[in-house]
């Protein structure tokens, strides 16, 4: 196994932190921490990073157990939210820096190589502005550039998006998919963003107060979720309850249509384009379903409808 995270904990108090957590990846593998504020996603990060030390527990790269290693030497980089980017160092020296104090080359080789990490990130016409005059999605890709020049075994990033645009996250996304998948970085990402999680990864990690709810690849956690939170947390979630079982049913697992004598009734309509987002209560009881394209076109709040459901899973 590449990274081993196991029995890792980490408490700063009796509740917050992470209590035990044991992950596997792969090289070359793209892993998403996902879950809600304060589920320990960062606190996770910074263990593996070296930031902060373990309370129990072992972090084992390629072999070697690295929970004595200064982060500084510990073959992991770290892409921040904020970026920590040096505003008085151009933006060829920000990606320079890490080649010259981590991998201590002389200053003109690090400028050399920085110029080729540049490129990986496509701002190679940018190399002496400053960096108070790039955009967010530029200062963005400097601080993957200077992430990567350090040649990590794994790079972390802690919501390197969550800055963003919804535009340039979208297109973000997809620029650190490509570049992950066209040189094998091993990735773990840590998002609050069910889209970029679902969009981007080879698994989803779901966390909750400190522990781990469910491990899986974004088919399983959406089609197969270990439990009513993660099926909650990861899209929407209608719950069933016939013969003692519990069944989830996705909005898209719900068909819906419009009668006179209908058990339903439409309580609120969100057009989103592509598909439209109805809900529709009957005794306080609501189901949420989604209707693509024109389908809602002869459909009104408060019109009376009937549901079918087309597919539900047993839930825990
Ligand atoms: N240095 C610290 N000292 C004390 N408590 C801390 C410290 N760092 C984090 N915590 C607490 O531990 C819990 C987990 O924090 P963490 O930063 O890992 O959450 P997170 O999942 O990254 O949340 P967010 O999505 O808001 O960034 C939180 O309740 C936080 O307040
Ligand atoms: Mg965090």
Redesign the pocket.
């Known amino acids: 196994m590449f990274l081993k995270i196991k029995n890792v904990a980490k408490m700063?108090?009796e509740?917050?932190?992470?209590k035990e957590i044991s992950l596997n990846v792969e090289k070359g593998e793209f892993i998403t921490l996902l879950?809600?504020?304060?589920?320990?996603?960062?606190?996770?990060l910074n263990l593996i990073g070296g930031f902060l030390t373990v309370d129990s527990g072992e972090i084992i790269l390629e072999g070697e157990n690295i929970e004595q290693v200064p982060p500084e030497k510990r073959k992991v980089s770290t892409v921040f939210q904020n970026y920590a980017l040096f505003s008085y160092y151009n933006v060829l020296d920000n990606v320079a820096y890490g080649l010259r104090y981590f991998r201590k080359l002389p200053k003109k080789e690090a400028r050399r190589l920085a110029q080729d990490y540049l490129k990986m990130v496509g701002l190679e016409d940018y190399a002496d502005y400053n960096i108070s005059k790039l955009s967010g999605g530029q200062q963005q890709r400097v601080a993957l550039a200077r992430g990567l020049a350090t040649n990590p075994k794994v790079l972390l990033l802690?919501?390197p998006l969550s800055n963003l645009d919804a535009n340039l996250r979208a297109q973000m996304r997809c620029e650190i998919k490509e570049l992950q998948r066209k040189y094998n970085i091993t990735m773990i990402f840590?998002t609050?963003d069910q889209v970029e999680a679902l969009s981007m990864s080879d698994r989803i990690v779901v966390?909750d107060k400190?522990c781990i709810s469910q491990v899986g690849t974004p088919k399983e956690i959406y089609l197969s979720p270990a439990n009513k939170y993660v099926a909650s947390f990861v899209g929407s979630a209608n719950y069933i309850e016939e013969n003692d079982k519990c069944y989830l049913a996705r909005p898209e697992d719900i068909e819906i249509s419009k009668s006179v004598d209908g058990d339903f009734k439409i309580i609120s309509m969100m057009f989103l384009g592509a598909h439209t987002d109805i809900i529709v209560e009957k005794e306080n009881k609501r189901f949420e379903v989604s209707v693509l394209g024109n389908k809602i076109i002869d459909m009104e709040i408060n019109d009376k409808v009937n549901l079918h459901v087309l597919n539900k899973t047993e839930i825990l």
């Open positions: 700063f108090d509740k917050n932190g992470v879950g809600p504020s304060g589920c320990g996603k960062t606190t996770l802690d919501e840590v609050h966390m400190g």
